[in-house]
């Protein structure tokens, strides 16, 4: 649960925060060419950052309960997710590791990922993320006149995967290619959706923010990556 809720909001910013790109007014947008133009941009997107907000609904229960944090991207491979309300949390991949910490806990989960982090972050690069998704959805391109969002839907091809993932959305910002939203939606009816907001690309970010100095109380423990 931890890699799975990690790394699907991971992939859809690191996909779509990218799309600073215009648009030719009289060509028709489809998903084509609008991976076309992400794929030439990524090249040039050494960093970003943004703030997020999520939202975990329960398919059984009544309400759902909303987190708020930072995200932070280094190329080539250093990420951040601070959560900072209501609970602290902080994953930091940086070194090959993964490492979670649990301030309210005093506690920390490492393991390691660098040998999936050609897959990690093979995100960037538009193509190889469609190209990837591709091999286990289908996808959905939706052009609402009277909204300013596009929408990519993701249907899971087999009922293996939709045991785990049953559906996932993604809202693009038409006027600037920025991702407004995701959502995506587990086997059992759960939901998880993000708003990104303040998105910022390539502007300077200190090393030293991927950088998890843990205090000396914290219990560290590893785990193996599923």
């Given at each position: 649960?931890?890699t799975?809720?990690?790394?699907?909001?991971?992939?859809?910013?690191?996909?779509?925060?990218?799309?600073?790109?215009?648009?030719?007014?009289a060509?028709?947008?489809?998903?084509?060419s609008?991976?076309?133009?992400?794929s030439?941009?990524?090249k040039?997107?050494?960093?970003?950052?943004?703030?997020?907000?999520?939202?975990?609904?329960?398919?059984?229960?009544?309400?759902?309960?909303?987190?708020?944090?930072?995200?932070?991207?280094?190329?080539?491979?250093?990420?951040?997710?601070?959560?900072?309300?209501?609970?602290?949390?902080t994953?930091l991949?940086?070194?090959?590791?993964?490492?979670?910490?649990?301030?309210s806990?005093?506690?920390?989960?490492?393991?390691e990922v660098?040998?999936?982090?050609?897959?990690?972050?093979?995100?960037?690069?538009?193509?190889?993320?469609?190209?990837e998704?591709?091999?286990?959805?289908?996808?959905?391109?939706?052009?609402?006149?009277?909204?300013?969002?596009?929408?990519l839907?993701?249907?899971?091809?087999?009922?293996?995967?939709?045991?785990?993932?049953?559906?996932?959305?993604?809202?693009?910002?038409?006027?600037?290619?920025?991702?407004?939203?995701?959502?995506?939606?587990?086997?059992?009816g759960?939901?998880?959706?993000?708003?990104?907001?303040?998105?910022?690309?390539?502007?300077?970010?200190?090393a030293?923010?991927?950088v998890?100095?843990?205090?000396?109380?914290?219990?560290?423990?590893?785990?193996?990556?599923?």
């Open positions: 649960m931890l799975r809720r990690f790394l699907l909001p991971l992939s859809a910013i690191l996909l779509s925060t990218s799309m600073t790109v215009e648009a030719a007014p060509a028709p947008v489809t998903l084509e609008v991976v076309k133009k992400v030439a941009q990524q040039a997107t050494r960093s970003l950052t943004a703030d997020f907000k999520q939202e975990k609904t329960h398919g059984l229960l009544a309400g759902s309960e909303t987190s708020s944090g930072t995200f932070l991207f280094s190329a080539p491979n250093k990420v951040l997710w601070v959560y900072e309300k209501p609970r602290p949390v994953m991949i940086a070194d090959g590791w993964l490492t979670t910490y649990y301030p806990l005093a506690k920390a989960e490492k393991m660098k040998r999936f982090e050609d897959r990690i972050f093979k995100y960037l690069g538009a193509a190889g993320a469609i190209d998704l591709g091999k286990y959805f289908n996808f959905r391109f939706v052009n609402p006149k009277n909204e300013p969002f596009y929408r839907e993701l249907q899971p091809k087999t009922k293996t995967l939709a045991r785990q993932v049953r559906q996932i959305r993604i809202w693009i910002d038409k006027s600037s290619y920025l991702t407004s939203q995701f959502e995506y939606v587990e086997g059992n759960n939901s998880t959706r993000y708003e990104f907001s303040n998105i910022k690309v390539n502007a300077p970010v200190p030293s923010r991927f998890l100095k843990l205090p000396a109380n914290v219990k560290v423990e590893q785990m193996k990556l599923n």
